[in-house]
C-alpha cells in the first residue's frame, strides 16, 4: 500500500465507526455503542467517504445499507482490527492489569477497615488479577517492599526508609484496650494513673506499636516493659479477652475483629496518634497493578502527608 497524505488521514476511530454502523444495523445504535453523538459518527463517515473518494452507506435506504464497496473494506480492514485489538490485550495483561499479581503487605490493622473495602472493588474491577496479602510489623515489610518481595505496603512507619516512599494516609487514637467485662471499661474513660505495669500486656520490641510508645514522652517507662509480652497484636488481643490484662493500643488495632469482648477506652490526656503509611519503593517503578491499587487508595482515604 503506498503511503499517501489522504489515507494518512484515516485511523482507527475511523475504522471502529464504520464497523460499528456495519454491526449494529444503524447509526444511531453505533453511536451509542462507540458512546459518541450520532452526528459525530456521521462525520467519521463523511471523512471516512471523503478520503476514500466513494460512498460506503446507501442513504437512500432506512436505515442506510453498506454498499459493495464497504462490504469489501469491512473484509479487509477487520484483521487490522482484531489485530489490534489483541495486541491491547496482551499489552494490558503484560502490565499486570488483567492477570498479573498483586503482593500487597499489610499491618494487620490496616486490612479489615481499610484494605478490603479498597480490594472488593478493585479486584471486581481487574477480575484476572490476583493479589497476596503479607501481614507483618512495619520494618518487615519495609525491607520486603525495598528489596522487591513486595509492590508496596500499608503500615506504620518504618524506621527503615532510605529506599522507599512513607506517605502517611490516616491515624488513629491510642486508648486502652481491654475486657468488657474489666473494671476499667465500666468507667468509660481512663486516666494513665490508673494503670500499673503489673496489669499491661506488651508488645515485641520492634512493632510499631512499641515504637510509638516508646517515643511519647507521657508514657511511664515501666509500662515499656512490663512482665506479660507478646509478639503480636492478634496474641495481644488474645491475652486481653481473656482476662489475662489490658493494653495501650491504637483504636483500629484494638477493633481488628470487631470483636464485642474487647473494647477501647479513651486515656484522659493522652494525645497520642498512631499513622498509616503507605509504602512504596523509592528506586524502582511500581508495577501498573500497584499503581492502579495506590491510585484507588488514595482516592478512598485523606491523604495528609508524605515524606
Not at 167 to 178: T, W
Not at 180 to 204: E, F, I, Q, T, Y
Request: charged share 20%; aromatic share 4%.
Amino acid at each position: 500500500m503506498n503511503i499517501t497524505p489522504e489515507n494518512m488521514n484515516l485511523n482507527l476511530r475511523h475504522l471502529r465507526a464504520l464497523h460499528a454502523v456495519a454491526e449494529e444495523g444503524s447509526f444511531s445504535a453505533a453511536a451509542e455503542r462507540l458512546n459518541v453523538v450520532p452526528s459525530a459518527l456521521s462525520e467519521l463517515i463523511r471523512q471516512l467517504e471523503a478520503t476514500i473518494g466513494a460512498p460506503l452507506f446507501d442513504r437512500r435506504t432506512r436505515p442506510p445499507a453498506i454498499t459493495p464497496l464497504g462490504e469489501s473494506f469491512l473484509r479487509d480492514t477487520e484483521p487490522l482490527l482484531d489485530g489490534m485489538d489483541r495486541a491491547v490485550s496482551r499489552l494490558r495483561q503484560s502490565a499486570g492489569l488483567e492477570d498479573g499479581t498483586l503482593l500487597l503487605g499489610a499491618s494487620p490493622s490496616s486490612i479489615s477497615e481499610l484494605l478490603v473495602p479498597i480490594l472488593q472493588d478493585f479486584l471486581v474491577n481487574h477480575p484476572g488479577l490476583r493479589c497476596t496479602i503479607h501481614d507483618d510489623i512495619a520494618e518487615t515489610l519495609a525491607r520486603m517492599v525495598s528489596d522487591g518481595r513486595l509492590d508496596l505496603a500499608v503500615a506504620g512507619r518504618a524506621q527503615y526508609s532510605s529506599d522507599l516512599r512513607q506517605q502517611a494516609i490516616m491515624r488513629d487514637p491510642v486508648g486502652l484496650a481491654c475486657a468488657v467485662n474489666h473494671p476499667l471499661a465500666l468507667k468509660g474513660s481512663v486516666l494513665l494513673r490508673d494503670l500499673n505495669a503489673d496489669m499491661l500486656v506488651g508488645l515485641d520490641a520492634n512493632t510499631g506499636t512499641q515504637h510509638l510508645l516508646t517515643s511519647c514522652a507521657d508514657i511511664p517507662r515501666a509500662f515499656l516493659s512490663p512482665r506479660l509480652q507478646a509478639h503480636s497484636t492478634i496474641a495481644q488481643l488474645c491475652m486481653i479477652r481473656a482476662g489475662l490484662g489490658v493494653a495501650l493500643l491504637p483504636r483500629n488495632a484494638i477493633m481488628l475483629f470487631r470483636d464485642p469482648q474487647i473494647c477501647f477506652v479513651p486515656v484522659q490526656g493522652l494525645d497520642l496518634w498512631r499513622s498509616l503509611y503507605l509504602l512504596e519503593p523509592a528506586r524502582r517503578p511500581l508495577t501498573e497493578a500497584a499503581r492502579a491499587f495506590a491510585t484507588a487508595l488514595k482516592a478512598r482515604v485523606p491523604v495528609f502527608s508524605e515524606d
